[in-house]
Every structure is written in C-alpha cells, then in structure tokens.
C-alpha cells in the first residue's frame, strides 16, 4: 500500500532539504508530528534514529535507511507484522521547489492497516507536506 503527495513550493530546495533534515523542528512545522527525538546526534544520515509521537499513535522508532543528501531520504518503523516506510523528496521546480512525502506500508498487515488508517494516512501526509511548505515559504520571506 502507498500514499503519496506532491505539491510546488516557493522557496529552494536547500531550504526544504533543512526544514526535512532537521526532524527534531517537525513538531512545529506540522500538526501531524507532537514529538520528535533524536536517539543520535550530528548530521541525518544512514542509520540515525528518532522516536516518534503522532497524535492517536504510540510512540514509534524511525530509522533511516537510504538518503541522497539535499534530495531525499527514506525512513522506516516496524511494528509486529507491518513495516512503514516514509519517503521526503526535493527536487528542483520551475517556481522554486517540487516536494514529495510518501508513506508505504508493507507486511501481512498492510491490507488491514491500509483499510482501518488509509484515509487517515493520506490526510496525515496532506497536512505535513502543507506544514514543510508553509514553513519554507514563510522562511523565504523572512529572509526577503
């Protein structure tokens, strides 16, 4: 099962790839992030971990598994029977930026997590890239 979104935003890439590398600040660019920790500390990168709090979720352990710095990374959480995996991706645009965030659920649990939380799911991607986009182009103008 996959969710994904995309939208153009005014601001750079390399703005966007700071607000997406810097998951410690997700809770106050989206509604959908209560609480992010780092397990690690320096720069995001392979196999650094944070814990997680959603709101109406328990608390979750991501991982990183792929990153292509100033582009893209993947992050992943387990939990018996289903893996998660998220995607954010920047990628240059005509009018700035194009950023892409993708949630993909795999395991014998997929279908029945897709069917009870995909409506959710999909609303709770749609609400953090509305945040990343804000908080770049908020950003881009305090810097005008």
């Known amino acids: 099962m996959e969710h994904q979104v995309r939208t153009t ?3 750079a ?3 966007i790839w700071r607000l997406y590398v810097d998951v410690e600040r997700w809770p106050e660019i989206s509604k959908n992030t209560s609480e992010v920790r780092r397990v690690d500390s320096g720069p995001l990168q392979v196999g650094s971990e944070a814990m997680v709090r959603q709101p ?3 608390r979750a352990r991501w991982r990183v598994t792929a990153l292509d710095p100033g582009r893209s990374f993947t992050w992943e959480t387990t939990s018996p029977g289903l893996t998660t ?3 954010h991706i920047v990628e240059p645009g005509e009018a700035g930026s194009v950023i892409t965030i993708g949630l993909r659920l795999r395991g014998p649990l997929a279908g029945v997590t897709e069917a009870l939380l995909g409506r959710r799911v999909q609303r709770s991607i749609t609400m953090e890239m509305e945040g990343f986009r804000q908080a770049a182009e908020r950003g881009k103008r305090a810097g005008s």
């Open 9 to 11: 935003v005014d601001a």
């Open 13 to 15: 890439p390399e703005d």
């Open 56 to 58: 109406g979720l328990p």
């Open 85 to 87: 995996a998220g995607d």
